[in-house]
């Protein structure tokens, strides 16, 4: 089945409605010679006079006044689809289902979805919160809010906000054991590990991992913000667990100079899924509210 050739129906339209060819082309912002020729090319493809035309005017005849009810239906019907398009971006309904890592989820992301959800109350949200990397295909998400290094090339990203590792120690830890100036002094220090036994910097432009040790490790990134907190030792962890801390002077940064640059925080989704407008909007609320949180 041949699809129909839609081309000089919006000029023919115009004419019909304007009743003349220099109106109709001042209302669709083109020459009045291109709307002249795309209706007569119309006229020439349905082998029928549509207008009569004379010096002082324009009007259609009986074909062309058939004709262009069935057009104007067409056209309307078109603006309503648009219309509707535009409905369902604006207020999305059906479901959605996140993941975000428990404690920056409980922290800045669930606030977000909350808010989101109280703006669009037709939704349906799953949000799952999870330091396990789910599978977001096979477990069925639609959007995975991730923190740094992303490695997962199957996947689309999006940045949504920034986000810079500081190594920082209370002053009473300070005070009692002094503080580290290079790399390699760490190792004098108690470190307070999370689930990994190096801390990741910057030197000369080339990435370094560096091995600490001490005596308190938690897959938990509060539990090492209360230790350091309590003058327990050294730790590293993204600004924000210790930017309030470190603006009231509970915290002092340290090794500022082999800071990683600033690694992100995204939005990721399947590159073989089709980004939904809810998801979208979602995305973009992120987007303009996260660097609040």
């Given at each position: 089945m041949n699809m129909p050739d839609w081309s000089g129906v919006s000029e023919f339209v115009a004419v019909a409605e304007t009743e003349s060819f220099?109106?109709?082309?001042?209302?669709?912002?083109i020459s009045t010679a291109q709307v002249s020729r795309q209706v007569s090319a119309l006229e020439l493809r349905l082998s029928a006079k549509l207008?009569?035309?004379?010096?002082?005017?324009?009007s259609l005849t009986e074909v062309g006044a058939t004709y262009y009810q069935h057009c104007r239906q067409?056209?309307?019907?078109?603006?309503?689809?648009?219309?509707?398009?535009?409905?369902?971006?604006?207020?999305?309904?059906?479901?959605?289902?996140?993941?975000?890592?428990?404690?920056?989820?409980?922290?800045?992301v669930a606030p977000l979805v909350n808010d989101f959800v109280a703006l669009y109350p037709d939704l349906?949200?799953?949000?799952?919160?999870?330091?396990?990397q789910v599978d977001m295909v096979d477990e069925g998400f639609d959007l995975a809010i991730r923190l740094g290094q992303l490695a997962d090339s199957r996947m689309v990203a999006k940045r949504l906000a920034g986000r810079?590792?500081?190594?920082?120690?209370?002053?009473?830890?300070?005070?009692?054991?002094?503080?580290?100036?290079?790399?390699a002094e760490l190792d004098r220090h108690n470190c307070l590990l999370g689930t990994l036994d190096y801390w990741r910097f910057q030197e000369?432009?080339?990435?370094?991992?560096?091995?600490?040790?001490?005596?308190?490790?938690?897959?938990?990134?509060?539990?090492?913000?209360?230790?350091?907190?309590?003058?327990?030792?050294?730790?590293q962890l993204p600004d924000?667990?210790?930017?309030?801390?470190?603006?009231?002077?509970?915290?002092?940064?340290?090794?500022?100079?082999?800071?990683?640059?600033?690694?992100?925080?995204?939005a990721v989704y399947p590159q073989n899924r089709h980004l939904s407008p809810k998801v979208r909007l979602l995305?973009?609320?992120?987007?303009?509210?996260?660097?609040?949180?």
């Open positions: 220099t109106a109709a082309s001042q209302r669709l912002h207008f009569h035309r004379t010096t002082r005017k324009v067409v056209l309307d019907g078109l603006a309503d689809a648009e219309r509707a398009i535009s409905n369902l971006q604006s207020t999305p309904k059906g479901k959605l289902k996140i993941t975000a890592p428990i404690t920056y989820g409980e922290r800045s349906e949200v799953q949000l799952v919160l999870s330091n396990r810079q590792q500081y190594v920082c120690a209370a002053p009473s830890y300070l005070t009692a054991f002094g503080a580290p100036y290079s790399l000369k432009d080339k990435a370094r991992n560096i091995r600490v040790t001490g005596n308190l490790r938690c897959n938990s990134g509060p539990v090492l913000l209360d230790a350091a907190l309590k003058g327990l030792g050294v730790v924000y667990y210790v930017q309030q801390y470190i603006d009231d002077g509970r915290l002092i940064t340290l090794l500022n100079q082999f800071n990683e640059p600033d690694d992100g925080i995204w995305v973009d609320y992120f987007v303009a509210n996260l660097g609040n949180h």
